[in-house]
């Protein structure tokens, strides 16, 4: 291809990008999820509140399900920032096998949550893992949705966890699905801190 030829096919990308900018006018929080069985779904959520941090603007985090060791990102957020952290859960399902206690963990979290979701000083607020209390109805999606709606209009919703009711990937702005293509744990290699927590 020539360097003219190149420069043609990019100053027409550029004309489409541009226009579908100008058309982008809207300005509001938005609600993204983190979805899919592969790894990095709470890495990404939380890379994107450092960024937002990092723009000056206020976080906050609920851990609906983790809970049973303190991971690196609580540790590193705890240590050098004042991003309230809420860690409500009490681990996985499969460890805790304790249904009466994980849905009252569930409520807990989700009356904590409901009060951030009011709150105009956050601009962000990351649901970690919130996706398994729908997925073994331990809350109902209804008023959760109903809360996300009724939130400050510049607070943007994260939420992670590996399957979304259906009702809220047709509220998100913004859904992406990580895909398991393989992983370390069945190469035999065991969960590490710094890599898995």
């Given amino acids: 291809m020539s360097t003219k030829t190149h420069e043609q096919r990019m100053a027409a990308k550029k004309a489409v990008v541009d226009a579908k900018i100008a058309k982008a006018t809207e300005e509001r929080g938005v609600t993204i999820l983190l979805r899919g069985n592969g790894k990095g779904k709470s890495?990404?959520?939380f890379g994107t509140l450092a960024r937002n941090l990092g723009h000056g603007k206020q976080g906050a985090v609920v851990q609906f399900v983790k809970g049973r060791i303190e991971?690196?990102?609580h540790?590193?957020?705890k240590a050098n920032t004042n991003v309230p952290w809420h860690v409500m859960g009490h681990g996985f399902t499969w460890?805790?096998?304790d249904k009466d206690r994980d849905i009252a963990a569930a409520n807990q979290?989700?009356?904590?949550t409901k009060q951030l979701l009011q709150d105009d000083n956050i601009?962000?607020?990351v649901l970690d893992e919130m996706a398994?209390?729908?997925?073994?109805?331990y809350l109902p999606i209804e008023p959760v949705i109903e809360a996300l709606a009724q939130r400050p209009l510049h607070q943007t919703v994260i939420i992670t966890g590996r399957v979304m009711p259906e009702a809220l990937v047709e509220f998100a702005d913004t859904v992406s699905t990580v895909k398991d293509d393989g992983h370390a744990f069945r190469k035999g290699v065991k969960a590490q801190a710094g890599i898995e927590y």
Avoid: I, P
């Fill in 43 to 45: 890495s990404s959520a």
């Fill in 75 to 77: 540790k590193f957020f």
């Fill in 95 to 97: 460890e805790t096998q």
């Fill in 71 to 73: 991971t690196g990102e």
């Fill in 123 to 125: 601009d962000m607020l």
């Fill in 132 to 137: 398994y209390v729908f997925k073994y109805n």
């Fill in 109 to 112: 979290a989700w009356e904590t």
